[in-house]
């Protein structure tokens, strides 16, 4: 397993793959990897040559300076993880100063209105660091292809709209949500759940799916009530929103219409941990 540090070494490095006509796939992580990012990186990994998986926790994304420092950092078990995985996966794991030059900022993105929905009305500026390290990462091991999971959906749809937008070579692959037993969408802040919530979490799940069938014969507005009243229930979670939206637009649904997609999303507070999750409707 080759890891490496510093962009201009990983850059040098893969100038010589990519002499070979090799696929390259990237898999951008945060690291504290669970089943969801090994599941994006064996996709990668059945369709490419070569894969890179980067472990970066990118500052700029976070607008809460706590969760920033709260965030797991499990590097020397992440690099075990992968190992088990493949030993031929190259690791890009630089630091902050290195891959932003030492300017450690985020640039401003147009994603045509995509990013004022959901998560961009209550984390300020995230999809600007998003869209900032995103972009950094596929200059620097230009892929051919790059995999994200669709439990942050939204993002994986800001993603797709950046790459058309700038006109990338990248083809953008959306993944499936990768649970956990009891239905909780996998994410590195789950390990600081405390087991019993980390247990009751089963709820967020069972009410989007609840919701789902409700959906089919009820308004949009209806179902998010119904959401809203289930989780005033639960004295465990705190609903931050639950929000029926477009799938291509991410606006939410005032009137169902035939032919368009649709998608639920919901943020929830247990204790000072922040899930996010989701579901398409039809």
């Known amino acids: 397993m080759q890891i490496f540090n510093q962009k201009e070494a990983l850059i040098q490095f893969l100038k010589q793959e990519k002499t070979e006509n090799k696929t390259l796939g990237l898999v951008p992580t945060m690291g504290a990897l669970h089943k969801g990012h090994l599941s994006l990186a064996e996709k990668a990994l059945i369709n490419n040559d070569v894969v890179v998986v980067s472990i970066f926790v990118n500052p700029t994304q976070f607008d809460n300076k706590t969760d920033l420092e709260k965030y797991p950092k499990t590097f020397d078990r992440d690099l075990e993880t992968l190992k088990l995985l493949n030993e031929n996966i190259i690791i890009f794991a630089p630091s902050a100063e ?34 900032t390290i995103v972009r950094k990462l596929f200059t620097i091991v230009q892929p051919d292809n790059a995999y994200f999971g669709e439990k942050d959906f939204q993002q994986l749809q800001i993603i797709r709209k950046m790459a058309a937008k700038n006109q990338l070579p990248v083809n953008i692959v959306g993944c499936p949500i990768s649970r956990e037993e009891n239905g909780l969408a996998m994410s590195s802040r789950n390990e600081r759940l405390p087991q019993d919530i980390r247990k009751e979490a089963s709820f967020i799940y069972k009410t989007l799916l609840q919701a789902k069938d409700k959906f089919g014969t009820e308004s949009a507005i209806d179902t998010v009530n119904w959401i809203e009243e289930q989780f005033s229930k639960h004295s465990d979670f705190s609903l931050e929103y639950a929000e029926i939206a477009d799938e291509k637009t991410l606006k939410p649904v005032k009137t169902k219409k035939e032919n368009k997609r649709y998608r639920l999303f919901v943020a929830v507070y247990a204790n000072d941990i922040r899930l996010i999750d989701n579901v398409a409707l039809n």
């Open 98 to 131: 290195d891959i932003y030059d030492n300017n450690v900022t985020s640039e401003t993105f147009d994603f045509d209105g995509l990013e004022h929905q959901m998560e961009g009305k209550y984390r300020s500026g995230h999809f600007d660091g998003v869209g």
